[in-house]
């Protein structure tokens, strides 16, 4: 036969490994994970060395089958999953299953898809590494008790369907007292004050006060502002310090996973998840011509900043012939290894200099994929070359007990910035809070007198945290050691989908039932859902990777304290909900018991103490003052009033007559259908759960809009409404749908919305 059968994950990418190895061997993909813990149970054996019980997808019946098939008739069998501890798990299960047709089995890493890096694998073939899957099944168990032994106490205490995770309880937590430290932050009144000064043979610049009698000065209100500038303006100054030296900026490393999530958020706006799918793409190859599928960056779960040895040759060679012999250094970068590195992989970067962004850019179709592609790009070269410098002028100026100071901060050398735009010049930028500032003029000298030719006191207040974006929770994460390269992407989108957290322009925002559920979990399981348990955990799976620990230990030590936690708290489950309860003092308008406040999956909501022979519920107070335009609105079947009442589906207008009128209605806008002038608009959701705006006469009119619509006329083409937008540099503004007319909104009106 003399052929081997090479099994990769990804269709895409077995195209581009095809390609390489030629017509003696046959690519197939598994398409992921061929086996799973299955979800209807808790599927890890607690008493038998946490035993896992994988089973096969059943959808994957027919793909295992076809690589049965085609192991049985090749020499050898090659399995090229993803080079991590999640790929070397899919392979153990793959050789599981075909290793009754075919013994010689191999396992090979393809850290790029490139024809040099596709053939170095194939000639250092392994054995599949037991720790790695042992480290990737201790995680997958780990998280499957905390899932399945924690989210059922959820479901008692609050309402069926929530969820709780090792990792994603502790984003949660870190999301909540971030949003604690917001709700409660007192903002302090402050003051500043800057000075314009000139000496004889100067421009006039700008100093800030920085030191009164030695001291910082600390300026709390406008009275002792006043006082401060009435002594000042009575001194004589003189330039009595300055200082001249180069600063130096060194590029950043190249991207790690996490890196490249945050710059991707920060600078494309990207989301974490969306970030690892373009890299996913790109990794795997695009169309290039008559090159074919060419894989254009190494593998994208890292958390290396290394770099081969032929990499650096290469990218300093193209240094050198773009940029010339001052942007490249006498000797190649070597970068700080990251705490924690497992160091398996390099870090992201592209494969080949031949494919420079800008000649390749009319293949990379989807914008979005070459705006990756050029940010990886560009942070692999600037991380090879010179180092920024700057001229940093430092001046002091002192006038009787009172200390001025001013720095500026000018371009000498760009380097690494011709390519990798890093930082924002100190000179000319300024913000609607920041003080005045200037260039540092020529020609200043020690000693030299200085006039005070004006003084700007200005009022600040102190700002609370700034609430998490997904980036900045991603930073943390890595910073606390909490979650690996694969699970970041994750474990927003699972936060947002269990409604704990609302992401809204970019932020994150804890909801009232996350902050809740974090609070319950922070009372009951404090000692296994934090953040330094979760960290040790992250480090304990290492150690089953290294084969210092073994799966048995690691998963005592993880077990033994939690379920000793959860046995104690399961028991007063029926309790705590009954605590989360709020009694009322209103009575039921069906049968004058008293109403409670409860969970349920849409929130809090009022129910009748009689449950389950009365059924009557309806939304809080504050959830009715949001639907006023409803007040008087009669039931056309019977004439009673229609009133605001609350499902585990949401809101939802209900006859005061139920149960002898079971007569509903969805909760519309308060605002007309713009087309048809007679039906309200209302919110609706597509299939995929995305929200448009409809007529709550469809199918009688059908108007229709993906952005929400505002109840004022266009003031430059007339049009009877506008339409709600945001984007991260604007913000939110409205648009005519009409003449596209752009409205920015003032504060007022944003606070009114």
């Known amino acids: 036969m003399n052929k081997s059968l090479v099994i990769v994950e990804s269709p895409s990418k077995s195209k581009t490994v095809k390609k390489y190895l030629g017509k003696n061997f046959t690519v197939e993909a598994s398409v992921g994970h061929i086996k799973n813990l299955p979800k209807n149970k808790l599927s890890v054996d607690v008493d038998n060395d946490y035993k896992p019980n994988y089973e096969l997808i059943e959808r994957k019946e027919e793909v295992v089958k076809k690589l049965c098939r085609l192991s049985s008739e090749v020499d050898a069998v090659y399995l090229a999953t993803d080079p991590d501890r999640e790929g070397e798990a899919i392979a153990y299960d793959i050789a599981e299953e075909i290793q009754k047709h075919n013994k010689n089995i191999y396992r090979v890493l393809f850290h790029e898809i490139t024809e040099s890096g596709i053939n170095e694998a194939m000639q250092n073939p392994h054995k599949i590494d037991q720790h790695l899957v042992d480290s990737q099944r201790a995680r997958r168990a780990m998280d499957r008790i905390v899932g399945y032994k924690i989210s059922p106490f959820l479901w008692k205490t609050f309402y069926y369907g929530l969820s709780a995770g090792r990792v994603q309880s502790v984003a949660l937590r870190l999301i909540c007292e971030r949003e604690e430290l917001i709700q409660s932050f007192m903002s302090e009144e402050y003051w500043s004050i800057t000075g314009e000064f000139k000496t004889d043979k100067s421009e006039p610049f700008f100093a800030k006060l920085v030191q009164v009698a030695g001291q910082e000065p600390k300026i709390s209100n406008e009275t002792t502002a006043t006082g401060y500038v009435n002594e000042l303006s009575n001194q004589q100054y003189k330039i009595s310090n300055l200082q001249k030296k180069v600063v130096k900026r060194n590029p950043p490393a190249p991207f790690i996973t996490s890196t490249i999530q945050q710059e991707a958020a920060s600078r494309l706006g990207f989301s974490a998840k969306k970030t690892m799918q373009l890299a996913q793409n790109l990794y795997e190859g695009v169309e290039i011509g008559e090159d074919g599928l060419v894989g254009l960056i190494t593998y994208m779960r890292t958390d290396s900043t290394r770099l081969s040895a032929e990499s650096i040759a290469a990218v300093r060679e193209f240094i050198f012939n773009n940029y010339g012999g001052d942007y490249l250094p006498k000797e190649a970068r070597q970068f700080k290894k990251v705490k924690a590195s497992q160091d398996a992989h390099e870090a992201i970067r592209p494969t080949i200099m031949k494919y420079n962004p800008k000649t390749i850019k009319k293949y990379l179709h989807n914008k979005d994929l070459y705006s990756l592609y050029e940010l990886i790009w560009n942070r692999f070269v600037a991380s090879q070359m010179s180092s920024a410098d700057f001229d940093q002028v430092t001046v002091e100026l002192s006038g009787g007990e009172y200390l001025f100071r ?14 990798y735009d890093d930082i924002q010049e100190e000179n000319g930028v300024t913000t609607p809070d920041a003080d005045p500032v200037s260039k540092i003029p020529a020609h200043l000298h020690i000693n030299d007198n200085a006039r005070l030719l004006s003084m700007i006191p200005k009022q600040h207040f102190t700002k609370p945290p700034a ?90 030590d993880f077990y033994i304290p939690f379920s000793k936690a959860l046995e104690k708290r399961v028991k007063l489950a029926a309790e705590i909900k009954k605590s989360l309860q709020e ?32 059924k009557n519920t309806k939304p809080l107070d504050g959830d009715l003052a949001k639907h ?30 139920y149960p002898k009128c079971t007569n509903t209605k969805p909760i519309s806008m308060p605002m007309k259908c713009p087309k048809c002038k007679e039906g309200n608009l209302l919110e609706r959701k597509t299939k995929s759960k995305r929200i448009f705006y409809g007529c709550s006469k469809y199918p009688g009119c059908d ?33 005519c749908p009409s003449c596209k007319a752009k409205i920015e909104i003032t504060v007022v009106e944003a606070e009114a919305s």
Not at 485 to 508: C, F, G, H, N, W
Not at 712 to 723: D, F, N, Q, R, W
């Open 406 to 419: 001013a720095t500026g901060t000018t371009p000498k050398f760009r380097g690494f910035l011709q390519v």
């Open 628 to 657: 006023e335009h409803l007040e008087g609105m009669k039931c056309e079947n019977c004439g009673g009033d229609m009133l605001v009442r609350s499902s585990k589906f949401g809101t939802f207008l209900g006859c005061s007559n």
């Open 467 to 556: 609430r998490y974006t997904e980036s900045s929770l991603v930073k943390d994460l890595e910073a606390f050691g909490i979650g690996r390269p694969s699970t970041y992407a994750m474990i927003v989108s699972t936060i947002v989908d269990r409604k704990y957290v609302e992401q809204r322009e970019r932020k994150l925002f804890a909801l009232e039932l996350g902050m809740s559920v974090n609070r319950l979990l922070g009372q009951n399981f404090p000692e296994v859902l934090n953040v330094k348990f979760t960290a040790k955990m992250e480090e304990e799976l290492d150690t089953i990777a290294s084969g210092k620990r073994t799966y048995k230990k690691v998963m005592d």
């Open 703 to 735: 108007f229709a809009s993906w952005n929400k619509p505002v109840d004022k006329p266009c003031e430059v083409c007339g049009s009877a409404y506008l339409v709600e937008k945001y984007t991260q540099k604007t913000g939110t503004y409205h648009v």
């Open 583 to 614: 009694t009322t003092d209103e009575p039921c308008e069906l049968c004058e018991k008293p109403m409670v406040i409860k969970w349920g999956r849409n929130g809090r909501f009022k129910a009748c103490s009689g449950y389950p022979g009365c």
